[in-house]
């Protein structure tokens, strides 16, 4: 079936340690990509997103995720944590085919910083 | 800077109420959604509006409905609240196939 899976759903990583958050889809085509970050009790706020060019892209707070078609998959990562880090995260999708824009979501996952 | 705001952080309203949530963007987008976020559900689209005064049916519509009388702002309707429908409500809007950008969400709770 067609979906974005985000085979994690809690991570717990130490304040500095590096951080990947998982992201896979499963559709014909490559979709646009996107990574949002959700802090409790606010809304989403985009990171980072993929269009085409470039596969490993930048966003903000130090993340940065790299595109492989082979693998379909777009994970996200940081170098080094920090506590303010600690947020519910979400890989999303738009199909290109899509004629209205609408977000397909992953499950989200949840990381937790130990001091 | 991209702003999406909603009219309210937190509601609170009793049952057969008519309730509504309201949102604004400055960004000049085509694009603007309706989600509902429960835990354990995830984000869940009730409608989206891809032009003034156009509206689709997203996968949860039951019970709500929606409007769009000028591009920067698209309401939420709840006709009749129900306690079931206590949740936490975003907002967004976007250009066709861009990306999506939130407001701050509204804390809706039907007692």
């Known amino acids: 079936a067609q979906s974005v899976t985000q085979p994690d759903i809690h991570i717990t990583v130490s304040e500095g340690a590096s951080l990947e958050l998982r992201c896979n889809y499963s559709?014909?085509?490559?979709?646009?990509l996107f990574w949002y970050v959700q802090s409790p009790g606010q809304g989403l706020q985009l990171l980072l997103k993929?269009?085409?060019?470039?596969?490993l892209v930048q966003g903000i707070k130090g993340f940065e995720a790299e595109f492989k078609r082979s693998q379909s998959s777009f994970n996200l990562r940081k170098p080094s944590v920090h506590w303010s880090d600690a947020a519910e995260y979400f890989c999303?999708?738009?199909?290109?085919?899509?004629?209205?824009?609408?977000?397909?979501f992953g499950q989200g996952t949840t990381l937790q910083v130990k001091p | 800077d991209v702003k999406v705001t909603q009219s309210s952080r937190y509601l609170v309203k009793r049952t057969g109420e008519k309730v509504f949530l309201e949102c604004v963007q400055d960004?000049?987008?085509?694009?603007m959604f309706w989600y509902r976020q429960d835990p354990g559900l995830g984000l869940r689209l009730i409608y989206f509006?891809?032009?003034?005064?156009?509206?689709e049916k997203g996968d949860i519509p039951e019970g709500y409905s929606v409007s769009r009388e000028k591009k920067e702002r698209f309401s939420l309707i709840l006709e009749s609240a129900s306690t079931n429908q206590t949740s936490m409500y975003l907002c967004?809007?976007?250009?066709?196939?861009?990306?999506?950008?939130f407001g701050p969400g509204t804390r809706l709770t039907v007692t």
């Open positions: 967004a809007s976007s250009f066709v196939r861009g990306a999506q950008y």
């Open positions: 559709y014909g085509a490559t979709p646009y």
């Open positions: 993929y269009f085409s060019g470039d596969t």
């Open positions: 999303a999708v738009v199909l290109i085919s899509s004629n209205t824009g609408k977000l397909i």
């Open positions: 960004m000049d987008h085509e694009n």
């Open positions: 509006s891809y032009d003034v005064k156009m509206k």
